[in-house]
């Protein structure tokens, strides 16, 4: 497979329920990224990955949390979330963090929060 | 964060080309200019970036302003596959390469 993959690409989960997004980039690059594109609203930034390190959270609650085992794999661990959490969530990575750097984005997990 | 402002809307007929406009007002030295766009079910996809010099590629090209306050993404010829939802987006060099996306311009193409 080339460049950024997403699974699963629907999820619908209740509020008591533990899931995990998971996201993979074959591109080789060393900065990954979490996104949330809710309804009517432009996206958001959520978490920053550089080699494997978090260098970014963007006061996302604590009842989403990131996982970067290796360069190449980023997991979003969800639990007791709320039907507001209901949205796209976009990964992302680009080669370094660079200011120039493209972002390749993966085609997203459509969440629903039942 | 350094803004960006962008029409609602815009629409253009096939074949034609499509001018879509960008004001960066507040936009400093060292900041990039990025155009993404998000084609309907999709993520984000890139379509060019500059700094200061107009840019072209296969997909589109960019025209900067000479004060940089404004920026132009043109595409040649629309096609119904460029009907997306086009970011402008400022990107700080102190920012590392955090996007902050807007609302963006839905381009809606006609046949």
């Known amino acids: 497979e080339t460049g950024v993959t997403q699974t699963p690409r629907h999820l619908v989960m209740g509020m008591t329920n533990k899931k995990s997004l998971k996201c993979e980039q074959h591109?080789?690059?060393?900065?990954m990224y979490w996104y949330k594109q809710s309804a009517k609203k432009p996206l958001e930034l959520m978490f920053v990955?550089?080699?494997?390190?978090?260098?970014e959270n963007n006061s996302v609650p604590s009842r989403f949390s990131p996982e970067c085992p290796n360069s190449s794999h980023l997991f979003l661990h969800l639990h007791t979330l709320q039907p507001e959490d209901s949205a796209l969530y976009l990964c992302?990575?680009?080669?370094?963090?660079?200011?120039?750097?493209?972002?390749?984005f993966g085609p997203g997990t459509r969440l629903t929060v039942l | 964060d350094a803004k960006t402002t962008q029409p609602n809307s815009m629409e253009s007929n096939e074949e034609e080309p499509v001018h879509l406009p960008c004001n960066h007002s507040?936009?400093?030295?060292?900041?990039?200019i990025h155009w993404y766009r998000q084609l309907p079910s999709q993520g984000p996809e890139y379509v060019i970036h500059g700094l200061t010099s107009n840019v072209n590629n296969r997909m589109a090209s960019l025209a900067i302003a000479e004060d940089r306050k404004s920026s132009t993404l043109i595409l040649h010829r629309a096609t119904l596959r460029d009907a997306a939802v086009y970011y402008c987006i400022l990107s700080p060099l102190e920012y590392g390469n955090k996007l902050v996306f807007g609302a963006g311009t839905i381009l809606r193409v006609k046949s």
């Open positions: 992302a990575s680009s080669q370094e963090m660079a200011s120039g750097d493209t972002q390749y």
């Open positions: 591109l080789g690059h060393n900065a």
């Open positions: 990955y550089n080699f494997k390190e978090q260098t």
């Open positions: 507040t936009i400093s030295g060292t900041d990039y």
